[in-house]
């Protein structure tokens, strides 16, 4: 198993970037697809940006690569989300997220939430206008 701790939410201004991290620990991060996802108020969660494993491939939802770049550090156990250029509308609470390897067998099958068995609890962005 893996445990997941998100950080660095807060409140911006319009236009604004943002970093945040996540710390894993447990089980070995670097076999899992690490992934990020948000949840809007009155809204379902939805997915953000994939990577996997090994850090050579990505998989972003749709208008999401614009603002959005996923990286990792499988030698520190840490993920990470850039966002830049941020808006209202990116107000959620973000959530990392961890999918064992041998689930993910498509680049698609990165972005299907239900893969994901391991999530952090959550840190909460807020983009003023």
């Known amino acids: 198993q893996v445990q997941l701790v998100e950080s660095g939410g807060g409140l911006v201004q319009t236009g604004a970037s943002l970093r945040l991290s996540c710390a894993a620990s447990g089980d070995s991060f670097s076999t899992y697809t690490g992934g990020w996802f948000r949840q809007a108020p009155g809204k379902e969660r939805e997915f953000i940006a994939a990577i996997a494993w090994s850090g050579k491939s990505t998989y972003y939802a749709d208008n999401m690569e614009a603002h959005f770049t996923i990286s990792r550090d499988n030698a520190n156990n840490m993920l990470y989300l850039q966002g830049s250029d941020l808006r209202p509308e990116d107000t959620a609470v973000y959530y990392c997220?961890?999918?064992?390897?041998?689930?993910?067998?498509?680049?698609?099958?990165?972005?299907?939430?239900?893969?994901?068995?391991?999530w952090g609890q959550g840190t909460q962005v807020t983009v003023s206008s």
């Open positions: 997220a961890a999918a064992r390897a041998e689930l993910i067998t498509s680049t698609q099958a990165m972005g299907v939430r239900d893969l994901y068995g391991y």
